[in-house]
Each structure stands twice: as structure tokens, then as C-alpha cells.
């Protein structure tokens, strides 16, 4: 007599595990961009219009770029899916919707928004795969809060220009241009002028830098606390560059004014690509000073 030995059925695998990532967050992700339409749209519109904010516009490719990068240590974590991502979410599409529907300021809206945004997504993974799953995505979800641009306002634009034109000032005078200022204006020798405007007030370049060092950090191997220095340093050098841009600029036009006045337009573009290389280079050797000199691995 033969012994015929009989095999349990083995449990099958959870749907999930049969259908791809990308088609399971398709339907939260597009009910998430739906309710996201008007402070999206106003975003597009500052993004395109408002030459300050232009570098936000590749915050959320960046984040994307981070976790496609990350796919590979992703799919080797155990998905634990957890109901408080259903609470995480519904907290953050309940605070979008009532702004949305009470609130006057496309601005306000769209600044409160994009602060919730990182908790809708953050609650969507928890929700769908736990968070163990969450823990890789952390800084590209936080990294989507810089997709705000600074709002502009006669509050933050004017002290930035007059401190900036103050500083040129001393810069200049140290430099034996002579110099007077008048408010944002500033006068060199008896005829020339350079006028600090609201584009010159350094928003623009510490908006990029900003984004620049945070991604840089964060892809540099060292210690948490050197690497949130030198993101927070990214705001300062900027500010350098546009110092030594505005007092260029100045020394320019006092010098040869004939030349510059009718090539101001394209000459104050091309000093501006140039000089921004000033805080990028500032930022490297700060990266190196703190030891921060090799790239972790992001698989």
C-alpha cells in the first residue's frame, strides 16, 4: 500500500501583490489631483509668470526623480497597509476643501494646500502599504513644501531692496566708486544711476538656492544636523551673489556708462547667470568644510 501524500493549498497572494505600484495609487493620486485643481492652477500661474518661482516648477519632478531612484529598496519592504493613513488623508482633502470653499486669496489657499500636501500623500502609503513604506519617502514628500513660491508683497520686497542697496553701498564706497543712495536708488558719480528693483531683491536667487542646497544635503552622506546646515546655508550665500551682482552692475555703469546703458537689459541677465555660480561655489566649499564630500547611495 502507497502512502499518497496530499499538499495543502498555499493561500494566495494578496491582490496587491498582483498589481503593479503604479496602478494601485492611480485612483487616489487622481482624486487628489482633482481636488487640488484651483490651488494647482494658481500655481501654474505663478510658476510660468513670476520669474521669482520659476525654479519651483521642478520641486515636484525632483521628488519624483527621488522615489523612482529609491523603486528597488521600495519593492523589498514588506507592505503593512494601516487604516490611520485613511484618517491622515481625510484630514488633510478636509482642510483643502473648506479653504478652498471659504477661503478669498488664491494665495493663502494655495500656501495651505501645498503645506497638506506632503500628509494627503504621507496617508495615501500608510494607508495602501504602512509605514514602513513611508519611512524611504519622507524627504521627498517634505521636499514638495518648496513648490511655494515666496508671495509677492511691498512687506517682504522692499526690506530686502533697501538692505540690499545699503550693503552695495558700503561694497562700492570700500571699492573708491563714488556713491550716494537715494532709497533703492543708487548714484554713482554725478549722472549714473542703478536703481535696486524688486527683481534685484534677491528672492529669486534664494528661492533657487534654497531648492538647490536642500536637494544637495540631502544627496551628500554626513551627519543630519551638518547637512541641515548647509541647506539653511543656501539663503545666505545667495544673498552674497546678489550683493556682488548689484555692486558689479554699479561699477559697470559708472565705468563705461555708455556702453552698458543701451545693453542693460541683456547685460544685467548674463551677470546674473554668471554671478549665481558665486553661491554655488560657496555652497561646494562649505559641503567640504563640514565634511560633507561624498554622495550616498540612493538605491
Known amino acids: ?51 521669482s518661482a520659476s525654479i519651483c516648477v521642478l520641486v515636484p519632478f525632483v521628488s519624483a526623480g527621488i522615489v523612482y531612484a529609491r523603486r528597488h529598496r521600495l519593492r523589498e519592504i514588506v507592505a503593512a497597509p494601516s487604516s490611520w493613513g485613511v484618517c491622515l488623508t481625510a484630514l488633510a482633502v478636509t482642510t483643502v ?58 512687506a517682504i520686497d522692499l526690506p530686502l531692496q533697501l538692505a540690499s542697496a545699503r550693503v552695495s553701498e558700503s561694497v562700492l564706497r570700500a571699492f573708491g566708486v563714488p ?11 554725478e549722472k ?3 536703481a535696486v528693483a524688486p527683481e534685484c531683491d534677491g528672492v529669486r536667487s534664494a528661492s533657487a538656492m534654497l531648492v538647490l542646497a536642500t ?41 563705461v556708462p555708455h556702453w552698458i546703458e543701451p545693453r542693460i537689459s541683456s547685460f544685467d541677465f548674463w551677470v546674473g547667470l554668471v554671478v549665481f555660480l558665486i553661491p554655488m561655489a560657496l555652497l561646494f566649499g562649505a559641503a567640504g568644510a563640514l565634511g560633507c564630500r561624498r554622495f550616498r547611495k540612493m538605491g
Open 1 to 51: 500500500m502507497t502512502i499518497a501524500h496530499v499538499r495543502s493549498p498555499s493561500p494566495e497572494a494578496p491582490l496587491s501583490q498582483h498589481v503593479p505600484v503604479a496602478f494601485q495609487a492611480a485612483f487616489p493620486a487622481a482624486a487628489l489631483l482633482w481636488l487640488y485643481r484651483p490651488p494647482l492652477r494658481y500655481l501654474l500661474e505663478v510658476w510660468f509668470f513670476n520669474g
Open 215 to 255: 536637494l544637495y544635503a540631502y544627496l551628500l552622506e554626513g551627519s543630519f544636523s551638518r547637512r541641515l546646515l548647509l541647506a539653511g546655508l543656501g539663503v545666505p550665500f545667495a544673498y552674497v551673489g546678489n550683493i556682488v551682482r548689484i555692486s558689479f552692475e554699479a561699477s559697470a555703469i559708472w565705468l
Open 97 to 154: 476643501a473648506l479653504v478652498s470653499a471659504i477661503g478669498d486669496h488664491p494665495s493663502v489657499i494655495a500656501l495651505i494646500a501645498v503645506a497638506v500636501l506632503p500628509v494627503a500623500i504621507a496617508g495615501i502609503v500608510v494607508a495602501m502599504w504602512g509605514t514602513t513604506k513611508l519611512r524611504p519617502l519622507l524627504f521627498p514628500l517634505l521636499f514638495l513644501l518648496l513648490m511655494m513660491p515666496v508671495p509677492p508683497s511691498s
Open 179 to 189: 556713491v550716494a543712495r537715494l532709497g533703492t536708488l543708487l548714484v554713482m558719480g
Open 192 to 194: 549714473q544711476t542703478l
